[in-house]
């Protein structure tokens, strides 16, 4: 049975891609480890690399921010990304990077066994809704992975690229804020 300490050990240890040579910091997770609710994004960004904790520059403080929204914040859901160490150049993580991490964010997944997921992004939601997830059209729409509600909602990062895509985020969040209710 795994534990918090040595998961974080062992992924810290990790070289299973080149991700983990460049990098500065393992960016583990954070947040609520029993949460109702996971929050999953791709993967760490310059300033989380930096600081070793996901969602902390200025996407983060957008995701805070959506998180109020709704009455949350970081202590009550747990927040990971899929890949682990900092793609060069923030770009998006490449497949064989996606599987080299994903038995850690699995293993993640099974201690917190949340009521839901929430996959913040195309590529979180591709790697855990359907390979062809469009995040264009099927943002905000509950699915079921795992046998748990799921939502997908853009990416802070993109809505901080596009701020005309908030709208429809805030629409999101508040169906986001329904379900959540649904399951407490």
């Known amino acids: 049975m795994d534990n918090w300490e040595t998961l974080k050990k062992e992924c810290a240890a990790c070289q299973g891609c080149g991700l983990g040579r460049t990098r500065h910091n393992l960016v583990f997770g954070v947040g ?6 996971m929050f999953i994004g791709e993967g760490p960004g310059e300033q989380e690399d930096l600081k070793g904790e996901p969602f902390v520059g200025p996407a ?7 998180l109020e929204i709704i009455n949350l914040d970081r ?10 160490c900092r793609p060069p150049r923030n770009r998006d993580p490449l497949p064989d990077e996606q599987t080299a991490c994903m038995g850690w964010l699995r ?11 929430v996959f913040l992004g195309r590529i979180a939601a591709m790697a855990f809704i359907k390979p ?10 509950i699915f079921t992975v795992e046998g ?10 993109a809505l901080l690229r596009d701020p005309g895509k908030r709208p429809e985020t805030f629409v999101d969040l508040k169906q986001l804020q329904r379900e959540i209710q649904k399951l407490l």
Not at 132 to 141: A, C, K, L, M, V
């Open 75 to 84: 202590t009550k859901v747990y927040i990971a990304n899929i890949v682990k």
């Open 107 to 117: 293993r993640q997944i099974a201690l917190v066994d949340p009521k839901m997921f």
């Open 60 to 66: 983060g403080q957008l995701l805070d921010t959506m």
């Open 132 to 141: 062809d997830f469009r995040i264009t059209r099927e943002h905000g729409q």
């Open 32 to 37: 609520d480890q029993k949460a109702d609710v």
């Open 148 to 157: 748990r509600p799921a939502m997908a909602l853009y990416h802070p990062s």
